[in-house]
C-alpha cells in the first residue's frame, strides 16, 4: 500500500479516514461555533428582522444560518470568513460582535493528529497559515430562505463576491491562484475538515487526481480533465489534505434541507510566503524551536482583532490590487513590509500601538 507521503505526492490529495473522533475532538467546536452562529444570528434578527427572533429556538441549524444570512445581507459571512471578505467592498469590522477566532477553531487548527499527518508531509516545522475558511453549504430552499429574508428589507446578496463560494456552490479552482504570487511555490497544505457527512447530494468536494502537476492555473479547466473527478464522500472525522495546486470544487447542495458544513485550514513549512502575508498565522509546530509555537488562543485571536482594526483604519497594503492580481513585485514588497511591521506574535499584537 502507498504510504501517505506518495499519495499526496501522485495524486496531489489524501484522505485520512477516522483521523478525529467526532465526539472528542470535533464536537467541542462543533457547539462553540453553533454558539457563535446563534449570537451573530440574533444581533443582525434584531437589527433589521426582529420577527426572525419568534421562533428562533425551534428552527434547524440550517434555518437559523439561513436567517442570519438574510438578516445581514450576507454580510455576517465577513464576521466567520475575514480572510476572503475583507476584500469585498462592503467589508465591515464590527468591534460589537463577537471574533470568530473562538479557542475550539484554534485548538483545533493545532491538535496534534492533524500536524502528525502534515508533519509527515510538508515537515516538522509546520506554520497554521491564515487562510483557513468556513463553507456551510445550504439547501437550495435555505438559500432561497436567505434571499427572502434579505428581500423583506429590500437587500439582497450581490455585493457579497464569495458568498457562492461559501454557502451554494463551489467552483472548479485551484487554490494556488487566490495567493499573492509570491507563494505559489510554497509548499501549502489544506486540510479539509467536514463537521457533518458530504455526499454528493449536499456538496461533497470534487478533485481531480493528478491536477496539481501541471502548474499553476486558472479556471475553466478542460473537459477531459473536469471528467475525471472523484468526488469524495466523507464523514466527521476524516479529513482530506490538498495539494494547493490540485484542482477541486464541490457538487452543488441538491438535498431537501440537509447541509453540509467543513473548515479548511492551511499549512505550509514555516518561513514560506503564505499568500496573505499581511494577515497573521502562527506557529503551530516546531521540532526544532518548540518554544516558538503559540499556543494560546486567546493570543491569536487578539492578532486578527488587532489586524482587522488596523486594515479597516489604514487599508490594505496599497501595492495590493486583489489576491490574485497582485503582482510578483508587489507582493514581495509587501511580504517585506509586513515582516519588518509583524515579524512575530508581539508585532501584530502592537500593531495599532504602532500606528499612533
Ligand atoms: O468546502 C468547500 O466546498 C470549499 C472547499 C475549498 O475550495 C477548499 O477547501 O479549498
Ligand atoms: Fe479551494
Avoid at 441549524?61 to 438578516?71: D, T
Avoid at 458544513?261 to 514560506?272: D, H, K, V
Wanted: aromatic share 10%.
Amino acid at each position: 500500500m502507498a504510504s501517505i507521503q506518495e499519495t499526496y505526492q501522485e495524486d496531489g490529495y489524501v484522505v485520512v479516514r477516522g483521523l478525529f473522533d467526532p465526539k472528542e475532538d470535533l464536537q467541542p467546536l462543533n457547539d462553540a461555533y453553533t454558539r457563535l452562529l446563534d449570537a451573530l444570528a440574533q444581533v443582525y434578527l434584531l437589527e433589521s428582522y426582529p420577527e426572525g427572533l419568534e421562533n428562533f429556538d425551534s428552527m434547524s441549524l440550517q434555518e437559523r444560518f439561513a436567517y442570519m444570512l438574510g438578516a445581514s445581507a450576507g454580510t455576517a459571512l465577513h464576521h466567520l470568513d475575514p480572510v476572503l471578505n475583507v476584500f469585498v467592498d462592503t467589508y465591515r469590522w464590527r468591534k460589537d460582535l463577537p471574533v470568530t477566532q473562538i479557542p475550539e477553531m484554534f485548538d483545533l487548527m493545532r491538535h496534534e493528529k492533524i500536524l502528525d499527518v502534515l508533519e509527515q508531509l510538508i515537515g516538522s516545522e509546520i506554520f497554521a497559515s491564515p487562510v483557513w475558511h468556513i463553507n456551510m453549504k445550504l439547501a437550495p430552499q435555505h438559500l432561497k430562505l436567505a434571499d427572502e429574508v434579505a428581500a423583506s428589507s429590500s437587500r439582497d446578496m450581490s455585493d457579497e463576491t464569495f458568498y457562492t463560494f461559501q454557502v451554494g456552490k463551489t467552483g472548479w479552482h485551484m487554490d494556488a491562484i487566490t495567493g499573492m504570487p509570491d507563494s505559489r511555490e510554497s509548499q501549502i497544505a489544506n486540510a479539509w475538515i467536514p463537521m457533518t457527512h458530504a455526499r454528493k447530494e449536499n456538496g461533497c468536494l470534487l478533485v481531480i487526481p493528478g491536477s496539481h502537476k501541471g502548474g499553476v492555473r486558472k479556471a475553466p479547466f478542460p473537459d477531459e480533465m473536469v471528467d475525471r473527478a472523484v468526488p469524495l464522500i466523507m464523514d466527521p472525522g476524516d479529513v482530506v489534505i490538498l495539494d494547493n495546486k490540485l484542482v477541486h470544487g464541490a457538487t452543488q447542495n441538491t438535498s431537501e434541507a440537509d447541509y453540509r458544513w467543513a473548515f479548511n485550514f492551511r499549512y505550509l513549512p514555516t518561513g514560506q510566503p503564505s499568500g496573505r502575508t499581511f494577515l497573521p498565522g502562527f506557529v503551530a509546530r516546531s521540532r526544532s524551536a518548540p518554544e516558538t509555537e503559540l499556543r494560546n488562543p486567546f493570543l491569536w485571536g487578539m492578532m486578527w482583532y488587532r489586524v482587522l482594526e488596523y486594515i479597516s483604519e489604514n487599508g490594505l497594503p496599497e501595492q495590493f490590487s486583489g489576491p490574485s492580481t497582485t503582482s510578483l513585485e508587489a507582493a514581495v514588497e509587501i511580504t517585506r513590509e509586513w515582516e519588518e511591521k509583524a515579524p512575530d506574535v508581539n508585532g501584530w499584537l502592537q500593531l495599532e500601538e504602532s500606528v499612533a
